[in-house]
């Protein structure tokens, strides 16, 4: 393993910062209120971003940009109560998309499919019980799985083509 020097870890720190605000960009600017959730909830485009950042640059950076955009997101547009469960939530969800897409993900749109699928899986089960905690009941998190299927689907379908040409174009070797 190649040893890290101070100008790979400016570089990282300048991809991350980038990476982050590109997540927080999505997440505010393109994003729709869903009038059928309890909670107000929202289908927005931050997880484009955060599959960008997990497939072509790997599961700490993907775990960064999801924990740190979303979680700024929340913080700067009214779901502070929601920004602790979103850090946790999202860097999971990036983590676990960049650990499956590997250093294959470039190479593998199956596989990196498989690892958005994944991870968009572990977001809907985590925000099911972040809202049963905020809410005090198993119930009413039902009427916010239809939008998070929703920024699911568009992780899959934005989110991993865009990623699988990237890191093939880029022939990044992480």
């Known amino acids: 393993m190649a040893t890290r020097t101070k100008h790979s870890t400016a570089l990282d720190v300048c991809v991350n910062g980038l990476l982050i605000a590109l997540t927080l960009v999505a997440t505010m600017f393109i994003n729709i209120r869903l009038p059928i959730s309890v909670n107000g909830g929202l289908i927005h485009l931050g997880n484009v971003p955060l599959v960008v950042a997990a497939i072509v640059f790997g599961k700490r950076s993907g775990a960064i940009a999801g924990a740190f ?22 860097g999971a969800m990036g983590f676990i998309i960049g650990f499956i897409a590997g250093r294959k993900g470039g190479k593998s749109v199956w596989l990196n499919t498989v690892a958005v699928v994944i991870g968009c899986a572990v977001m809907v089960v985590g925000y099911y019980f972040t809202e049963a905690i905020i809410y005090g009941n198993i119930i009413t998190p039902v009427t916010s799985v239809p939008g998070n299927l929703v920024q699911a689907a568009s992780a899959v379908v934005i989110g991993v083509p865009l990623a699988t040409a990237m890191r093939a174009k880029l022939k990044l070797g992480r």
């Not at 997101?73 to 999202?90: E, I, N, Q, Y």
């Open 69 to 90: 955009g979303m979680g700024l997101f929340d913080l700067l547009s009214g779901w502070t109560l929601w920004a602790p469960f979103t850090f946790v939530v999202r």
